[in-house]
Nanobody
Framework: QVQLVESGGGLVQAGGSLRLSCEAA?????????MGWYRQAPGKQRELVAT???????NYADSVKGRFTISRENAKNTVYMQMNSLKPEDTAVYYC?????????????WGQGTQVTVSS
């Protein structure tokens, strides 16, 4: 079992910045294949925001390209997302997702979510 602890959400004015963090922890040995951030706004489906692989290959939703930057710190099993030039439409609950490998099997875990609210 892997636990994901998210932090960094909050309320910010349009044009402002926030930095989200997500740390993966477990009592068992594991390796991380990929980590990412998804978001879900009220009344909408959960959508991909950004992902990063173990080889540091990144992928972004078109709506956040040039404004958000995902990065990871392997030694801490932590993924970050720097969010700049925030817009009201970025308001959502942001969820961290990780795909881990334990032995020959892979598992997917989600964080509890952190609220990001951007006021106009």
């Amino acid at each position: 079992q892997v636990q994901l602890v998210e932090s960094g959400g909050g309320l910010v004015q349009a044009g402002g910045s926030l930095r989200l963090s997500c740390e993966a922890a477990s009592r068992s040995a594991f390796s991380i294949n990929a980590m990412g951030w998804y978001r879900q706004a009220p009344g909408k489906q959960r959508e991909l925001v950004a992902t990063i692989t173990s080889g540091d290959v990144t992928n972004y939703a078109d709506s956040v390209k040039g404004r958000f930057t995902i990065s990871r710190e392997n030694a801490k099993n932590t993924v970050y997302m720097q969010m700049n030039s925030l817009k009201p439409e970025d308001t959502a609950v942001y969820y961290c997702k990780t795909i881990v490998r334990v032995g020959v099997r892979t598992y997917t875990y989600w964080g509890q979510g952190t609220q990001v609210t951007v006021s106009s």
